[in-house]
Each structure stands twice: as structure tokens, then as C-alpha cells.
């Protein structure tokens, strides 16, 4: 299986800070790589597709970054309804793996 | 626009059989994976299984002696069962689509059901 490891696990953030999450493989991945927004109660929202790419809807201060086994996303201007936690998530091999989750708390 | 909804009991004993159903609405099941994702409680994000509305599937080889999954496509629904659960089985259990093309994101995801295992 491709480990998916995450950091940091959380943060403490204010409104208007610049976050940036990272996502490593334990093996190369290409760009197949996506990330994931995660409310409590709520269904995960897809924010970024092939490493890069913005997902329809998605507002354009996320960003993604990386190719091979190293990968960024990164929130410009952190936003309120930007609290929540952040997931990436292979999807080049089976079994799809994600990373362990970075949780963003209002500082 | 797709919508995805789980249902299914919240509670399983131990050692039974744990059943959830994935309603699909506002599309059809062709074209894409429909997978079942969990997390348990404090943890992360665990993929299943997923089957083709054709009925192939691929499973997690860390569950598959324990997952089955279906399709209904009269009913564009598809289902998970898993078998002898144990107190680890307890999560949130999602069910998600992505396009049937190598790569290809979770797209679509259900709110999630959570289900317990005790008895």
C-alpha cells in the first residue's frame, strides 16, 4: 500500500494567514494526488484534483503544488469557513489511501 | 446534480454482519466507481471497496476477507456488507463515486452514517 503521511496533524490559525499543509507518498504517485475538504457532519468536499488543478466552485485562494512523492496545498487568505480538516488522497494505486488529516483551528 | 445517501441500522453486535446501502440520485451508476469509505471515531479516512455498475469490483486487501460489496442498478443503488465485526469496525461509513478513469478524485460523497458495534 502507498502510506500517505500528512503535516502538520493541526494548526492554529488566524483569518487572512497564509496555511500550507503537505503530503508525502511513501512511493512515486505522479500528480495522482487530491485533496479534500472535511466539515464536521458534513460529506468531504473535493478542493483539488491531479495535484493542481482547482475543482469547480472551489474558491481560488486553494492551491495545490507537487508531482512524484511530495505535494502542497495552500490556503492564501485563510477564510472562516476555512476551519475544518484537510485530507489528501492518492489516487493512482488500490488501495486509494489518504493522508491522516490536518485539522485548521481558529487561533 | 448527483446526490449520494447512506442508510442502513447504526448499531451492529459483535461477530454480525454490518449492512449499509448507498442511494444514488440525480444520475445514473454508469461510468463511474462507487466506493465505501470509513473513519472511525478520532482517526482517519480508510477506503473499502469499490464496485462498476457492471459488478466488477476491488477491495482492500486489509478488509476483502470480510467485504462485500453490490450493486442494484434498478434501484441505482449499491450496498457494503461486512461480516464479523468487532468494536474496530465502529466508524462513520461514507459512500463516494469517482469517474471510471484511472486517477480520477472522489467526486461525489454521501453525509456519512455512523455505526456503532456493541453490544
Known amino acids: 500500500d502507498i502510506q500517505m503521511t500528512q503535516s502538520p496533524s493541526s494548526l492554529s490559525a488566524s483569518v487572512g494567514d497564509r496555511v500550507t499543509i503537505t503530503c508525502r507518498a511513501s512511493?512515486?504517485?505522479?500528480?495522482?494526488l487530491n485533496w479534500y475538504q472535511h466539515k464536521p457532519g458534513e460529506a468531504p468536499k473535493l478542493l483539488i484534483y491531479?495535484?493542481?488543478s482547482l475543482q469547480g466552485g472551489v474558491p481560488s485562494r486553494f492551491s495545490g503544488s507537487g508531482s512524484g512523492t511530495d505535494f502542497t496545498l495552500t490556503i492564501s487568505s485563510l477564510q472562516l469557513e476555512d476551519f475544518a480538516s484537510y485530507y489528501c488522497?492518492?489516487?493512482?494505486?488500490?488501495?486509494?489511501?489518504f493522508g491522516q488529516g490536518t485539522k485548521v483551528e481558529i487561533k | 446534480q448527483v446526490q449520494l445517501q447512506e442508510s442502513g441500522p447504526g448499531l451492529a453486535k459483535p461477530s454480525e454482519t454490518l449492512s449499509l446501502t448507498c442511494t444514488v440520485s440525480?444520475?445514473?451508476?454508469?461510468?463511474?466507481?462507487w466506493s465505501w469509505i470509513r473513519q472511525p471515531p478520532g482517526k482517519g479516512l480508510e477506503w473499502i471497496a469499490y464496485?462498476?455498475?457492471?459488478?466488477?469490483?476491488n477491495y482492500n486487501p486489509s478488509l476483502k476477507s470480510r467485504v462485500t460489496i453490490s450493486v442494484d442498478t434498478s434501484k441505482n443503488q449499491f450496498s457494503l456488507r461486512l461480516s464479523s465485526v468487532t468494536a474496530a469496525d465502529t466508524a462513520v461509513y461514507y459512500c463516494?463515486?469517482?469517474?471510471?478513469?484511472?486517477?480520477?478524485?472522489?467526486?461525489?460523497w454521501g453525509q456519512g452514517t455512523l455505526v456503532t458495534v456493541s453490544s
Open positions: 463516494a463515486g469517482c469517474r471510471a478513469v484511472a486517477g480520477t478524485p472522489f467526486d461525489y
Open positions: 440525480g444520475g445514473s451508476l454508469s461510468g463511474y466507481y
Open positions: 464496485i462498476y455498475y457492471s459488478g466488477s469490483t
Open positions: 512511493q512515486t504517485i505522479s500528480s495522482y
Open positions: 491531479a495535484a493542481s
Open positions: 488522497q492518492q489516487s493512482y494505486s488500490t488501495p486509494w489511501t
